[in-house]
């Protein structure tokens, strides 16, 4: 593992002393660094593999060399070669903290730089409960942080059935990464002092990653643009040039809104008549309006359209390898599924490359949520088909279980899967919740949080549209989520009025003040599944004579009990197919001494499996063994599991041994020792 960590930092090093000097040498550069990077990723790729055992070897904080763009006040500049602009105005939201003050509050929204000072401040502050560790390091080079949150002095975080939260993968979804935030402040700030919270920070673990996507978050809250996930350039309109029509923030203010002209002509809008403010806008028959509305800003390339490829376009929640189909125009048939945003293959992207392998070298995870803006909606598989034609029956009813816990303490009115309940029968390819279920064998949800301001259907016509969205802005939000209409000159159309609802602390996101409950109630769902997890305890240690031979030895029946006292079992059934987890397995031990010799005390019978792998302990394989391990099965929930043991005493002597008890996503059962008399 040293030489791949050495592999990377040389080629971390080699980008960053390419890339140091101005925009067009660091352009130039990327495209031979796209080179190089290609001839050796397969190397890469097989090395990671070959060391996925890397679960321990986590990558310290180092000091890190930021991206130009984070040390200048008033130019951000976005990474890669691309045809239109990569350097863009800074700008401060109001809605966002931009420095880590004494307090960390959820009354505003946080930077990376302050999410990760807190993360830092956590595992200073609680060294016996945070391990914080850089997973992994963005397309920009930005670190991408991640915490262990367990009670060390309770056994090791691998030890115990454990939970992955993720935030803001899509760069504008930034609600998502503040209810990670939100659930590591409770844990910790709770520990000690709330029981039900130190039981489960004693006995699970959390792995939080609040932030895996700080390329698009960090263009988020520092510019006017917005852009799906990585910054890495895409063509997005297929016309073979890359983010060559990013959107211009025409009236300087900071934000992209709507603009709306007069054209009579091809008018397809006009003034809401319902709405006295004439703020609210309302289709009609083209042709038969007064206005015609877009985007703000400009057709840079010049096809007839606005703002239809900016920065960056892949999107990481398509990137997955389960299910994963080509971008169009990259299907050869012309006849094939494709789908928008999928990268130039399954995991291309380090961000999501990330989660995959760490999730694999931790199979310990028994539960993840992954989580976006906005519908709100609890989301889970299947991506591509009806759930009753996929899953497990079993394992189907622990989605739907959950499906109706979120939505009680969530409030949320929708849950379900992604095929039919949210895209009425549209397939999405390449998503985490797949993965997650047939490649992982998990629970795996990828919620949506926060409604775009859809509280209340005041007029009660049956739909809650924008006029009630302006209502509910002017009565609960003090009317700052609509910006008021204001001329400015547009080269093409001329006068033009740029307004709207704010599209990030409004429309994607809920607005600063209203970012708590939301926050909060996710991460409690999420807490809630954590309470579902195995829970295993020892029951009895059952010994029983089975028969008596006339040579002074005797056969006994040694019989191990163990309970879940949690909800759910040791493993899904789709786990146990994939073979991502290990059935639970009991091992019983004696004393080496007792083995040994031409006149034994103990005999292990080692053709008891019946059929069932067996697993021969100390001594090795066709010596005398002292100990044994068998499959048990899975440990139903609230439930009793039991393994049988046969070994043959030849003395009439008093003799102790031990039981221990595995499992990969039910934890580990200490020794308890057991006589036989």
């Keep these: 593992m040293n030489v791949l960590s050495g592999l990377f930092k040389n080629i971390h090093a080699t980008i960053f002393c390419s890339t140091k000097f101005d925009t067009f040498n660091k352009f130039n550069s990327q495209i031979k660094i796209t080179v190089i990077m290609k001839r050796i990723w397969s190397l890469i790729t097989l090395l990671l593999m070959a060391n996925i055992a890397f679960s321990q070897d986590y990558k310290p904080l180092n000091k890190t060399t930021w991206p130009e763009s984070d040390a200048n006040d008033s130019i951000y500049t976005v990474a890669g070669y691309r045809h239109g602009l990569s350097f863009f105005p800074q700008v401060k939201h109001d809605d966002v903290e931009y420095k880590a003050g004494e307090d960390l509050t959820f009354d505003i929204f946080h930077s990376a730089d302050v999410m990760n000072e807190w993360m830092i401040r956590w595992s200073k502050e609680y060294p016996e409960l945070v391990d914080l560790y850089q997973i992994a390091e963005s397309y920009e080079g930005r670190p991408i942080l991640q915490m262990t949150v367990t009670n060390k002095n309770k056994g090791k975080h691998t030890d115990k059935p454990a939970a992955f939260f993720e935030g803001n993968r899509h760069s504008g979804e930034i609600t998502s990464a503040e209810s990670v935030m939100w659930l590591a402040d409770h844990l910790l700030s709770s520990y000690g002092k709330d029981n039900e919270i130190t039981r489960l920070v004693d006995n699970f673990t959390f792995y939080l990653r609040p932030l895996n996507n700080p390329d698009g978050h960090n263009l988020y809250i520092h510019t006017a643009q917005s852009n799906r996930s990585t910054v890495r350039p895409t063509d997005n309109d297929n016309d073979g040039l890359l983010d060559e029509d990013s959107p211009d923030d025409i009236n300087g203010d900071g934000i992209i809104l709507t603009m709306r002209w007069k054209d009579s002509e091809n ?177 795996w949800y990828g919620d949506e949080l926060w409604n775009g301001a859809r509280y209340k259907d005041y007029d009660d016509d049956g739909d809650i549209d924008d006029l009630d969205l302006l209502r509910w802005d002017e009565e609960e939000n003090d009317g700052d989520g609509f910006i008021e209409w204001t001329k400015a000159e547009h080269p093409y159309y001329g006068t033009v009025e740029i307004g709207g609802f704010h599209p990030k602390f409004f429309s994607q ?169």
Aim: proline share 5%; aromatic share 10%; charged share 25%.
């Design 267 to 443: 008018g397809n809008m006009v003034i809401d008549p319902d709405d006295p403010s004439g703020r609210i806008m309302k289709r009609v028959t083209p042709g038969e309006g007064e206005y015609v509305t877009g985007s703000e800003g400009i057709d840079n390339d010049g096809d007839g359209n606005t703002n239809e490829d900016g920065i960056g376009g892949l999107d990481l929640h398509r990137n997955y390898p389960e299910n994963w189909r080509p971008e169009r125009g990259v299907e050869a048939t012309g006849r094939g599924f494709t789908q928008n945003g999928a990268g130039e293959y399954p995991l291309s992207e380090t961000e999501t490359r990330s989660v995959v392998t760490f999730l694999l070298a931790h199979p310990n995870v028994y539960i993840v949520n992954s989580m976006d803006t906005r519908v709100p909606m609890h989301l889970r598989p299947p991506s591509t088909s009806p759930s009753d034609e996929r899953m497990y029956a079993e394992d189907l009813e622990w989605y739907k279980y959950f499906d109706d816990l979120g939505k009680q303490i969530t409030g949320y009115e929708r849950a379900g899967d992604v095929y039919q309940d949210y895209g009425r029968g549209n397939p999405l390819f390449g998503h985490g919740p797949d993965f997650g279920y047939w490649y992982y064998g998990s629970i």
């Design 509 to 677: 996101n809920p607005p600063a003040k209203h970012l708590l409950p939301w926050a909060s109630n996710q991460a409690l769902f999420n807490l809630e599944m954590v309470k579902h997890l195995p829970v295993l305890e020892w029951e009895d240690i059952k010994i029983k004579k089975e028969k008596a031979y006339k040579k002074d030895s005797t056969d006994y029946i040694i019989i191990v009990n163990y309970r879940n006292t949690g909800r759910l079992p040791t493993a899904l059934k789709q786990a146990h197919l994939v073979k991502i987890v290990r059935e639970d397995q009991v091992t019983i031990s004696f004393d080496r001494t007792l083995v040994q010799g031409d006149d034994p005390t103990l005999k292990i019978i080692s053709d008891q499996q019946r059929g069932r792998r067996s697993y021969y302990g100390r001594n090795g394989r066709g010596g005398a063994q002292s100990s044994i391990t068998l499959d048990a099965g899975y440990a139903q929930g609230e439930s009793t599991n039991r393994r049988e043991f046969k070994v043959r005493v030849y003395k009439d002597i008093e003799i102790k041994g031990t039981a221990s008890v595995s499992s990969t996503r039910g934890g580990l059962l200490e020794e308890k020792e057991f006589v036989i008399r």
